[in-house]
T-cell receptor, first 115, second 113 residues
Framework: EAGVVQSPRYKIIEKKQPVAFWCNPI?????LYWYRQNLGQGPELLIR????????DSQLPKDRFSAERLKGVDSTLKIQPAELGDSAVYLC?????????????FGPGTRLLVL | GNSVTQMEGPVTLSEEAFLTINCTYT??????LFWYVQYPGEGLQLLLK?????DKGSNKGFEATYRKETTSFHLEKGSVQVSDSAVYFC????????????FGTGTSLTVIP
């Protein structure tokens, strides 16, 4: 079974440029998460989807970040315009809706460097 | 609020040494607890989990017991191998915030032959 797929794996851009990350979750997983992981830190949740609905986006900086999950499968996270402080690893994870103790399966992440 | 605190690294051990990585948590209610591992260049992988007090999660020789009285979930392994070199993250799933996950800052482990 294929795991969570993310692309690109690496991205280098100049500040003020836009950037987009793509995630394909594990087949059948209706919950999808986007996390940001700064160097030497644990992942921090940006947004969580249940199917195509964003049920928790309280930590998403909405002035420059946006996300979508059309048809409740693939998801795209966008930053426009990017700032130096956005340099981080962006992780996508998915899980099935088992009450309590859901296992989140993580993709390899997209490492973003903003110059 | 909900949070996880884990011991800072890096930790360096010789092969076959005993490993303990401390993790304590703060949570409202009864969270589920997890250890995730991140090998170099890879994504996070679930190592083990426990969903209620006194549960013991175990996998690949690693163990952790959910201690409600001390709000802890320490990771242990009796004899580490070079292949265990990775970053280990403690995490909780808080049921009072819609099953949101909270991760610790990670502990880097290097095992030398």
């Amino acid at each position: 079974e294929a795991g969570v797929v993310q692309s690109p794996r690496y991205k280098i851009i100049e500040k003020k440029q836009p950037v987009a990350f793509w995630c394909n979750p594990i087949s059948g997983h209706n919950t999808l998460y986007w996390y940001r992981q700064n160097l030497g830190q644990g992942p921090e949740l940006l947004i969580r989807y249940e199917n195509e609905e964003a049920v928790d986006d309280s930590q998403l900086p909405k002035d420059r970040f946006s996300a979508e999950r059309l048809k409740g499968v693939d998801s795209t996270l966008k930053i426009q315009p990017a700032e130096l402080g956005d340099s981080a690893v962006y992780l996508c994870a998915s899980s099935s809706s088992t009450p309590g103790g859901e296992t989140q399966y993580f993709g390899p992440g997209t490492r973003l460097l903003v110059l | 609020g909900n949070s996880v605190t884990q011991m800072e690294g890096p930790v360096t051990l010789s092969e076959e040494a005993f490993l303990t990585i401390n993790c304590t948590y703060t949570a409202t209610g009864y969270p589920s607890l997890f250890w995730y591992v991140q090998y170099p260049g890879e994504g996070l992988q679930l190592l083990l989990k426990a969903t209620k007090a006194d549960d013991k999660g175990s996998n690949k020789g690693f163990e952790a017991t959910y201690r409600k009285e001390t709000t802890s979930f320490h990771l242990e392994k009796g004899s580490v191998q070079v292949s265990d070199s990775a970053v280990y993250f403690c995490a909780l799933e808080a049921r009072n915030t819609g099953n949101q996950f909270y991760f610790g800052t990670g502990t880097s482990l290097t095992v030398i032959p």
